[in-house]
T-cell receptor, first 115, second 114 residues
Framework: GAVVSQHPSRVICKSGTSVKIECRSL??????MFWYRQFPKQSLMLMAT?????????EQGVEKDKFLINHASLTLSTLTVTSAHPEDSSFYIC???????????FGSGTRLTVV | GENVEQHPSTLSVQEGDSAVIKCTYS??????FPWYKQELGKGPQLIID?????GEKKDQRIAVTLNKTAKHFSLHITETQPEDSAVYFC?????????????FGKGTTLSVSS
């Protein structure tokens, strides 16, 4: 149980375009979803926390107008990277939890390359 | 907010040896401490976790110890195998408070040579 599906696994986009990444909890309802970014040989850095039906909370230094997060249901959160630039190229990972003692489940990540 | 320090950043051992990775955390309210293994190009995989009401937990070759007073916890891998080679991350959070994210250490690259 507790499976999180993240799509796409890899995406290449042109500079200036937008790309959407989906994160779905397949067998549980996620009260909260989290988005992380990971640059090569670095750790996972929290970008934002989203609760179903409410606005996401962004970490300091993360542009909310650039990284749009939508958490429209208890099983789906999306991250849209708008007007992407090469410096946005990174590995994006989502995580979901149903709270309490259930822990956190991670998606398999999305490798974004902006050319 | 929470801050997690992890050491060492790299660790090389011979097959069959033990490996120990240590982490410290700053927020005394944190109560959940998982360890993740990440292979290249993949998301992190939970290998073991411990909650603040327990001092030690073991699962076959893997064990985690927690010292709440000192605010540090450690991962112990015994009888290491080449397939244990990966990046390991510790993390901490206040797990039963809704909306609290895991905060990660910087990671340890473990290399097990045969």
């Amino acid at each position: 149980g507790a499976v999180v599906s993240q799509h796409p696994s890899r995406v290449i986009c042109k500079s200036g375009t937008s790309v959407k990444i989906e994160c779905r909890s397949l067998d549980f309802q996620a009260t909260t979803m989290f988005w992380y970014r990971q640059f090569p040989k670095q750790s996972l850095m929290l970008m934002a926390t989203s609760n179903e039906g409410s606005k996401a909370t962004y970490e300091q230094g993360v542009e909310k107008d650039k990284f749009l997060i939508n958490h429209a249901s208890l099983t789906l959160s999306t991250l849209t990277v708008t007007s992407a630039h090469p410096e946005d190229s990174s590995f994006y990972i989502c995580s979901a939890t149903r709270g309490g003692n259930y822990g956190y489940t991670f998606g398999s990540g999305t490798r974004l390359t902006v050319v | 907010g929470e801050n997690v320090e992890q050491h060492p950043s790299t660790l090389s051992v011979q097959e069959g040896d033990s490996a120990v990775i240590k982490c410290t955390y700053s927020d005394s309210a944190s109560n959940y401490f998982p360890w993740y293994k990440q292979e290249l190009g993949k998301g992190p995989q939970l290998i073991i976790d411990i909650r603040s009401n327990v001092g030690e937990k073991k699962d076959q070759r893997i064990a985690v110890t927690l010292n709440k007073t000192a605010k540090h916890f450690s991962l112990h891998i015994t009888e290491t195998q080449p397939e244990d080679s990966a990046v390991y991350f510790c993390a901490a959070s206040l797990a039963n408070q809704a909306g609290t994210a895991l905060i990660f250490g910087k990671g340890t690259t473990l290399s097990v040579s045969s």
